[in-house]
Nanobody, 123 residues
Framework: VQLQASGGGLVQAGGSLRLSCAAS????????MGWFRQAPGKEREIVAR????????YYADSVKGRFTISRDNAKNTVYLQMSSLEPEDTGVYYC?????????????????WGQGTQVTVSS
């Protein structure tokens, strides 16, 4: 299984970005997927999670109402639409495949990881 994240960049506060994560190998459509981020000097934290069907989603409190996770199983791709970006959103964003159907918000609940894409929000 390989996950390829893309779409990061430099954006001003209040701006938007859309991240994509393309999966290859394995059966993408039967696994929940998550987006995590890691700021310099901080632990990796969950941002959002989406069930295999796309019906169920989870968001960290810090991004609720600003970020939207979605997926296209026909394209083996999961997305993270980020709006109203804040400098605190700066970090490397990683997509990951969940190990189980349970809603696990720690890194231990995910087995395959993308390489990360840098998001920098300037004030």
């Amino acid at each position: 299984v390989q996950l390829q994240a893309s779409g990061g960049g430099l954006v001003q506060a209040g701006g938007s970005l859309r991240l994509s994560c393309a999966a290859s190998g394995g059966t993408f459509s039967i696994y929940a997927m998550g987006w995590f981020r890691q700021a310099p000097g901080k632990e990796r934290e969950i941002v959002a999670r989406i069930s295999w069907s796309g019906v169920s989603t989870y968001y960290a409190d810090s991004v609720k109402g600003r970020f939207t996770i979605s997926r296209d199983n026909a394209k083996n791709t999961v997305y993270l639409q980020m709006s109203s970006l804040e400098p605190e959103d700066t970090g490397v964003y990683y997509c990951a495949r969940a190990r189980t159907t349970a809603v696990i918000t720690t890194t231990a609940g995910y087995d395959y990881w993308g390489q990360g894409t840098q998001v920098t929000v300037s004030s």
